[in-house]
Nanobody, 123 residues
Framework: VQLQASGGGLVQAGGSLRVSCAAS????????VGWFRQAPGKERDLVAS????????YYPDSVKGRFTISRDNAKNTAYLQMNSLKPEDTALYYC?????????????????WGQGTQVTVSS
């Protein structure tokens, strides 16, 4: 599965941005999806995940209530809607997919990764 993340950019603090993750295969709809981010000098962090059916989601406290993960299996695409953005949200955002047989909401062990899309939040 090849993944293409897009939609990053520069936004002011308090603003919103939606990043997308397009998959190359129709089989995308059987994979769980995770969004990660990595800022310079920091570890890569999980910021959202969603089950293959879309009935389970996870958000760490740092983004809960501000970020929303969703998926459109008909379009082989997942989304991360980011609202009330803060400068500390600045990072390279990655999407990844995982076989649902081994997935759980806080899993960090994903099978396929896309390239990152940069999100920069100015103060």
């Amino acid at each position: 599965v090849q993944l293409q993340a897009s939609g990053g950019g520069l936004v002011q603090a308090g603003g919103s941005l939606r990043v997308s993750c397009a998959a190359s295969k129709r089989a995308f709809n059987v994979y769980a999806v995770g969004w990660f981010r990595q800022a310079p000098g920091k570890e890569r962090d999980l910021v959202a995940s969603i089950s293959w059916r879309g009935d389970k989601t996870y958000y760490p406290d740092s983004v809960k209530g501000r970020f929303t993960i969703s998926r459109d299996n008909a379009k082989n695409t997942a989304y991360l809607q980011m609202n009330s953005l803060k400068p500390e949200d600045t990072a390279l955002y990655y999407c990844a997919v995982q076989d649902p047989a081994s997935w759980y909401p806080t899993s960090r062990e994903y099978d396929y990764w896309g390239q990152g899309t940069q999100v920069t939040v100015s103060s």
